[in-house]
């Protein structure tokens, strides 16, 4: 029976385990390479804590190729924040308590890494398909979730944003940049596990209100937000944290069928009481 001590553990293994992966995966030989093993340290690995605990969920089998495909998620995932910390996007200096990339190693530097760890996102999947074709279906869906239909597309309604929005427009922006990763997560084990229509729909569901509920979240931790895109400028807090229950019941019910959720019903609690 899963508890909240048990689920912390699943947490902290899965990191840990992930971190084993990339610090496997690179051998640095050079500055890039460097910037590529920064950008990817940190993080609870909550992306890829998804596409496991799912596909376990799924099937109870994981494999190395399943570490794998997280590894890519991770990739993908750490693209888009190097990219968003530039100058030209948020001009964040600092990212997980350091320096952000850009900052650390330049911009020209910081751009290229973005870059390099997309690629390397695409070749892993490249390869999981090449070595197994039951992953093809599963990276096409992933790398079109981080491509100009999702994430990619969330990233430009969020710079070219007017100066007032309502939250229809934040909740757009939100479901592209933050959710369409947590479904690429969601949806990769279950078509990796070959799940008919309705259930992908459901854990489809599941994954973008979760994804909601963890940028509702962040909003709510972040301290200062006049000139960016937050929850706190088109509700009050407490209308916030309404909110953030309205979806997690959504993503609740979207699960409430499936075999073995328990860890995913923990994670829906987890993200959206962190405080950090």
Do not use: W
């Amino acid at each position: 029976m899963m508890n909240k001590e048990k689920f912390l553990e699943l947490i902290i293994e899965n990191k840990e385990m992930l971190d084993m992966e990339v610090e496997n995966y690179f051998s640095p030989k050079n500055i890039l390479e460097d910037a590529m093993v920064y950008a990817t340290d940190g993080g609870k690995r909550i992306r890829a804590f998804l596409y496991i605990q799912c596909k376990k969920m799924f099937s109870k089998e994981i494999n190395s190729k399943d570490y794998k495909l997280a590894l890519a998620i991770e990739f993908i995932h750490s693209y888009s924040l190097v990219h968003d910390d530039l100058p030209a996007m948020d001009n964040d200096n600092y990212r997980r308590g350091k320096e952000s990339v850009h900052k650390k190693f330049g911009e020209d530097i910081g751009i290229l890494t973005g870059d390099a760890l997309l690629n390397e996102a695409a070749m892993i999947l490249f390869n999981l398909a090449k070595e197994d074709l039951s992953y093809i279906d599963a990276g096409s869906y992933i790398l079109n979730k981080a491509s100009r239909f999702g994430m990619i597309d969330g990233q430009v309604l969020d710079l070219r944003r007017d100066t007032t929005y309502d939250l229809s427009y934040l909740l757009d922006v939100y479901k592209k940049k933050t959710s369409d990763l947590f479904k690429a997560a969601c949806l990769g084990a279950a078509i990796v596990t070959g799940q008919n229509e309705e259930i992908c729909k459901k854990i489809e569901i599941f994954a973008e209100n979760l994804g909601l509920a963890f940028q509702i979240q962040d909003d709510l931790l972040e301290d200062s937000y006049d000139n960016e895109l937050n929850i706190l400028n088109v509700m009050n807090k407490q209308d916030a944290i309404k909110l953030i229950d309205e979806v997690n019941i959504k993503a609740k019910n979207a699960i409430k069928d499936f075999q073995n959720n328990e860890v995913l019903s923990y994670l829906i609690d987890y993200l959206s009481s962190r405080s950090y």
